[in-house]
């Protein structure tokens, strides 16, 4: 994994919470091996009670951004 993919996960983590991040499948594409699908699913993370919200769109761009290196 890259230096910048674990950057955007460990971020993502600390935004959304450990409980979360394990049952999640992000994780589970990141385990398969699919990077690139584990990305994307970063842009599905822009909900907080129900409601999207622009400042998690803009943080989950940025994560998405710095995962998507080297892709």
């Known amino acids: ?17 450990g409980t979360r991040f394990g049952s ?6 990141l385990n398969a091996g699919d990077a690139r699908g584990a990305c994307a699913e970063l842009s599905r993370w822009i ?12 943080r989950r761009a940025e994560e998405r951004a ?3 290196v080297g892709l």
């Open 24 to 29: 999640s499948t992000l994780l589970k594409k």
């Open 66 to 68: 710095l995962c998507e």
């Open 1 to 17: 994994m890259t230096i910048e993919r674990r950057a955007a996960i460990v971020s993502f983590v600390y935004n959304v919470g």
């Open 47 to 58: 909900y907080a009670g129900g409601v999207k919200l622009r400042g998690l769109v803009s």
